[in-house]
């Protein structure tokens, strides 16, 4: 699936817009830090905010770039679940 999106997928009517696939691309890369930062011991709100937002923010992006309004409203309700969830276990 990976490979189909940055190359083009025969099924796809529409490349994913540059802008919306590079600010993926960054949001799983400040993921992926967040993780590093986590296993080094670096735990605070902000690496907890990191590995909350930014997966979400990049399942909103992708939806985006699809145009998928049921993907865009579970992403959405999932993200709101998912930052609630770390403020209160991990924050407060």
């Known amino acids: 699936m990976g490979i189909d999106v940055v190359f083009g997928n025969k099924y796809c ?4 817009k540059k802008v919306l696939f590079r600010g993926i691309v960054i949001l799983l890369v400040l993921y992926y830090i967040g993780w590093c930062l986590c296993y080094a011991g670096n735990i605070n709100p902000a690496v907890i905010l990191d590995l909350s937002i930014a997966p979400c923010l990049a399942f909103l992006l992708f939806s985006i770039s ?10 959405s309700i999932f993200m ?3 930052v609630l969830y770390g403020i209160m276990n991990f924050i407060m």
Request: hydrophobic content about 45%; overall charge positive.
């Open 66 to 75: 699809r145009k998928n309004v049921v993907a865009l409203l579970s992403a």
């Open 13 to 16: 009517q529409k490349p994913m």
């Open 80 to 82: 709101l679940c998912h």
